[in-house]
């Protein structure tokens, strides 16, 4: 038993209740078997947990405001599946099942209560890696972006990234070259495209079988916040995490610590050619134990199990040791 996606966005359009309050409220409805709540009969409820103290610092709205939150919910579902969006909650079966353990980067549990999403999500379902970067790559490194995203996509995995210009780009338009598949999540709702440079990229992906989603409904705009918020979820969807080219105080770094507080496997793009200071956080976090990518195409497609195993955490007897900082001169890029 859980609350229905109307009533979960009812209850994110009235003042004051936060993600944490959201989950409680879930929660209590499971554990008391409740289905098919009417919307006064979750404002009975609301009001329950308020006055019991189970929910705290939450101001029990005007039934007014209340039924107001409840018609932009409305709203929000209606025009959503005008435009092709779709709404799954944490309590369906179709949720991606890797996003129900994710973390943010202090290691804190920050799953989603709700995804809208266009595409096809039974692609979350694959082996994924998250392919993540500066978004003023060099040219060596929007060529790797590009090399790895599709060398990857090549044996099935599903390319995640942002669709941020720069290496998300390269990750996404490289995972579509090579006939794959891709997932970008967005900082804001699905009835529009940031930056506006990818709206065709983004068209694109839906349209060869890939995936955008948002935890934003329709309307929400590109803010700071989101984006680094955001940034948790793609290391949460994904089994491991490819960092294509990073400064060492990159916004990159939001979904590297997410990826190493969730215990996943980070790799990074090792170049032949010192790249600046676009590269330094590759050279930093290999130093610190990151797996040193600069394996061919031609080798990942010829020996898809052992870099999907690598991808999922898991040993494989042909794996290659970690390429030291002398070693540099012997990648592709």
């Known amino acids: 038993m859980s609350l229905?996606?109307?009533?979960?966005?009812?209850?994110q359009n009235v003042r004051g209740i936060g993600i944490g309050s959201i989950n409680k409220i879930c929660d209590e409805v499971e554990r008391l078997g409740l289905s098919g709540l009417s919307t006064f009969?979750?404002?009975?409820?609301?009001?329950?947990?308020?006055s019991s103290k189970a929910l705290t610092r939450v101001t029990l709205p005007d039934i007014e405001d209340f039924e107001k939150a409840n018609s932009v919910a409305r709203r929000i579902m209606s025009v959503s599946e005008s435009k092709g969006i779709h709404v799954?909650?944490?309590?369906?079966?179709?949720?991606?099942?890797?996003?129900?353990?994710?973390v943010d980067e202090s290691g804190k549990?920050?799953?989603p209560v709700l995804l809208y999403y266009k595409g096809d999500l039974s692609i979350t379902e694959r082996p994924a890696l998250a392919v993540i970067g500066t978004?003023?790559?060099?040219?060596?490194?929007?060529?790797?972006?590009?090399?790895?995203?599709?060398?990857?996509?090549?044996?099935?995995?599903?390319?995640?990234?942002?669709?941020?210009?720069?290496?998300?780009?390269?990750?996404?338009?490289?995972?579509?070259?090579?006939?794959?598949?891709?997932t970008s999540f967005?900082?804001?709702g699905l009835d529009t495209v940031y930056p506006k440079e990818n709206e065709s990229l983004a068209e694109e992906i839906v349209e060869k079988g890939g995936?955008?989603?948002?935890?934003?409904?329709?309307?929400?705009?590109?803010?700071?916040?989101?984006?680094?918020?955001?940034?948790?979820?793609?290391?949460?969807?994904?089994?491991?995490?490819?960092v294509v080219q990073t400064g060492v105080r990159g916004g990159t770094m939001h979904a590297v610590r997410a990826t190493q507080q969730a215990g996943k496997p980070l790799m990074a793009v090792t170049y032949r050619d010192y790249q600046g200071e676009k590269e330094e956080g590759n050279r930093m976090l290999i130093s610190q134990g990151a797996f040193g990518l600069r394996?061919?195409?031609?080798?990942?497609?010829?020996?898809?199990?052992?870099?999907?195993?690598?991808i999922l955490g898991r040993p494989h007897s042909s794996s290659q040791e970690n390429p030291q900082e002398e070693e540099f001169k012997d990648t592709l890029f």
């Open 186 to 188: 967005l900082a804001h």
């Open 135 to 182: 978004r003023e790559p060099t040219d060596a490194g929007f060529k790797a972006g590009h090399y790895y995203a599709g060398a990857f996509a090549g044996i099935g995995v599903n390319i995640v990234s942002g669709l941020a210009i720069g290496c998300d780009t390269s990750g996404h338009r490289g995972a579509l070259d090579a006939g794959g598949v891709t």
């Open 88 to 102: 799954v909650s944490r309590f369906e079966d179709s949720f991606p099942k890797m996003l129900l353990k994710t």
């Open 295 to 310: 394996a061919r195409k031609e080798e990942i497609a010829s020996e898809p199990e052992r870099f999907i195993s690598m």
């Open 4 to 11: 229905s996606n109307e009533h979960i966005i009812t209850l």
């Open 211 to 242: 995936l955008l989603l948002s935890e934003y409904a329709i309307g929400t705009g590109v803010s700071r916040y989101n984006l680094v918020a955001r940034d948790r979820l793609q290391a949460g969807l994904s089994n491991a995490t490819l």
């Open 41 to 50: 009969e979750l404002y009975d409820l609301l009001k329950s947990l308020i």
């Open 109 to 111: 549990p920050s799953v």
